[in-house]
Structures are given as C-alpha cells and as structure tokens.
C-alpha cells in the first residue's frame, strides 16, 4: 500500500488542495455553485481546474455532521478515480457548526485543508485594561 504522500507529488498534492479548498468555499459561499455541485459537479470541478474525464463518474458526499473534513482523504478519492476509473468522492463538509462564527479567508483554508478549527482557546487575548 502507498504512503499518503506518493498519491501526488508535492506540487500535485497542492495545487489539489488548493482547487478543492476554493470549491469548498465557493460552495459554501455562493448560491450558485452550491446549485451546480448538485446540477453538474464535473462542471464545478472544471471551473475550479479540476478535470476528470465525463467517464468518471463524480458521487457528491455533503454535510458529514460531525466530522472534521480529512484533506488526505479527499486526495485519496481524487488519486483513486484518476487512477482507477472512479468513482470520484467528492466531499463537502457541512457549514452547519460554522454558521455562528466568521472566519477569515485563512481560516476558511485551514477548515477546509483540515487543519483545526480555530475555537476560543486559538481566540487572541483581549488588551489588559489599563484605565486608573
């Protein structure tokens, strides 16, 4: 069995993640994309330069509650049906634990990269009050 790391190279796996990330968030973000997901998901992955062939069939899995979004496995399904034929599992984390906070772009990246999501211990420490 092959490492996570040699599904891609490097630049590969990057340039992945970062296609992936600006779809995520697009759909999350944008009426329209979140309609296109479910209308013609090849056509959304090729507005975000993620191109599969028409053959390969792309099954949308949204709104895992509870689930931290994995990136390696959201690489693993895209290696997997480049490499195989498919299917592609194209997943979409739910937004639904989201909702309350506003997230910057950065942040935005790093929940959909899969990294941990800022929470009130990653909250900057308010200014000591130095009022008389």
Do not use: C, K, N
């Amino acid at each position: 069995m092959r490492a996570e790391t040699d599904l891609m190279d490097p630049s590969e796996r990057a340039l992945f993640i970062a296609a992936y990330g600006r779809l995520v968030a697009d759909v999350w973000s944008e009426p329209d994309q979140e309609l296109l997901l479910d209308a013609d998901p090849h056509r959304l992955l090729a507005e975000h330069d993620l191109l599969l062939p028409p053959e390969i069939p792309v099954v949308v899995v949204r709104d895992a509650q509870h689930v931290d979004p994995d990136i390696d496995v959201q690489v693993r399904a895209w290696a997997d049906a480049v490499t195989g034929g498919g299917p592609f599992l194209l997943y979409v984390p739910a937004l639904d634990e989201l909702d309350e906070q506003e997230l910057s772009e950065h942040e935005l990246d790093s929940v959909v990269a899969g990294w941990t999501r800022p929470g009130p211990a990653a909250a900057p420490a308010a200014a000591p009050d130095r009022r008389p």
